[in-house]
């Protein structure tokens, strides 16, 4: 069940994967689970990312926007895009945009808001992701493929992190974007693309300590 913004840090947490919520459209190809998951703890850049987010939050529930070093994570810079907080958690505008995200999409989406930044489509998958996280005050961890008319494909691993100046309410979501060509370079998102929904998933990551102890993650270690 989501948490409320009345419930402290210490509810019960356990690492839980879901399906994203997505129109009655697409839910015939809800069937995510058929493929193999994508191990984020192994993705140098999320994994890092995941760690300094929680060695930030210290004994609170999530970080605050303040407590984000740029200098102290310079290795994943170009691929963060901090949205903020919308309309009560439904809508997210774009703040900032990494150079490597800039390049994957082919275009600088500053100012746009998450499920519109692609043209002639309504990616409501992204924009499911940023309310979840949103909603449950944790990390998401997604996977998304994106197909061009040529049949190539572009895979984005999404990790979600939600900052708050009061500890209740996410006020920014930090999202780390990594990314991976597959067939011939699909080029620059842009017209045609389509999500498949068939591959695409998210999971809601809550006993973050733990997968950190079980690991073996070092949180002061950023990727190079």
């Not at 997505?22 to 069937?31: D, I, L, V």
């Not at 930090?174 to 068939?198: N, R």
Request: proline letters at 8%; charged letters at 25%.
């Amino acid at each position: 069940m989501p948490h409320s913004p009345e419930e402290t840090p210490d509810t019960a947490r356990k690492h839980r994967q879901t399906e994203p919520e997505q129109p009655p459209a697409r839910k015939a190809g809800s069937g995510a689970h058929r493929h193999a998951r994508y191990d984020y703890l192994n993705d140098a850049k999320l994994s890092k990312a995941l760690a300094y987010w929680n060695m930030k939050r210290g004994a609170r529930s999530m970080p605050q926007k303040a407590d984000i070093v740029p200098g102290e994570i310079k290795p994943i810079l170009p691929n963060i895009l901090l949205a903020d907080v919308m309309e009560n958690g439904t809508r997210f505008r774009c703040r900032l945009v990494g150079t490597g995200i800039v390049n994957a999409y082919g275009a600088n989406i500053t100012g746009k808001y998450v499920g519109e930044t692609l043209p002639n489509i309504d990616d409501d998958f992204t924009l499911d992701l940023y309310r979840t996280s949103y909603r449950e005050r944790l990390p998401v961890f997604s996977r998304g493929t994106y197909v061009a008319p040529t049949e190539s494909s572009l895979v984005v691993n999404r990790l979600l992190l939600p900052l708050s100046d009061d500890d209740r309410l996410a006020n920014v979501i930090m999202a780390v974007l990594t990314f991976e060509y597959k067939g011939p370079d699909p080029g620059e998102l842009g017209f045609g693309i389509q999500i498949d929904p068939s591959s695409s998933y998210l999971e809601v990551i809550e006993d973050i300590d733990t997968i950190f102890t079980e690991q073996g993650i070092a949180e002061q270690e950023l990727p190079d």
